[in-house]
């Protein structure tokens, strides 16, 4: 069996899962300036909200990491692809309840969530094939 993912999926998922991490590093040293936080930010409701995140993308990112090794681990892919789809979709969602548009949030986080779908459904789809 060949590799479960082409090259520039690899690349993108490795950019994507060393993403997360370089969000959290950001957000944990307070990087980020103050006007460029999404909406409500220093409510401490929507700061528990951003951290609940963590777990979420570092379970996403470890198994992406793990998952594109070697040949691949369908498995491991399944849930990394879950999981970074199910972050920027529950990115999405909160906004929209709140009402807030932000591009330089929502577009990464749409991406996220597409992402996340593209690579679940050609995992599911063609789950012997190789190249996606």
Do not use: C
């Not at 997360?20 to 999404?38: A, E, K, M, R, T």
């Amino acid at each position: 069996m060949g590799q479960l993912l082409g090259r520039k999926t690899r690349t993108l998922l490795l950019t994507i899962d060393f993403g997360f991490i370089l969000y959290w590093l950001i957000i944990g040293i307070n990087l980020i300036p103050h006007d460029w936080v999404f909406q409500n930010y220093d409510d401490p409701n929507v700061r528990a909200w951003n951290w609940s995140f963590l777990p979420l993308d570092i379970a996403a990112s470890i198994t992406g990491f793990i998952g594109i090794k070697g040949e691949g681990n369908r498995g491991l892919l399944i849930i990394s692809s879950t999981l970074t789809s199910v972050a920027g979709g529950m990115a999405i969602a909160f906004w929209s309840i709140q009402g807030f548009f932000n591009l330089g949030w929502w577009a990464p986080n749409i991406f996220l969530f597409a992402f996340g779908l593209t690579i679940l459904g050609k995992l599911l789809k063609n789950p012997i094939t190789s190249g996606l």
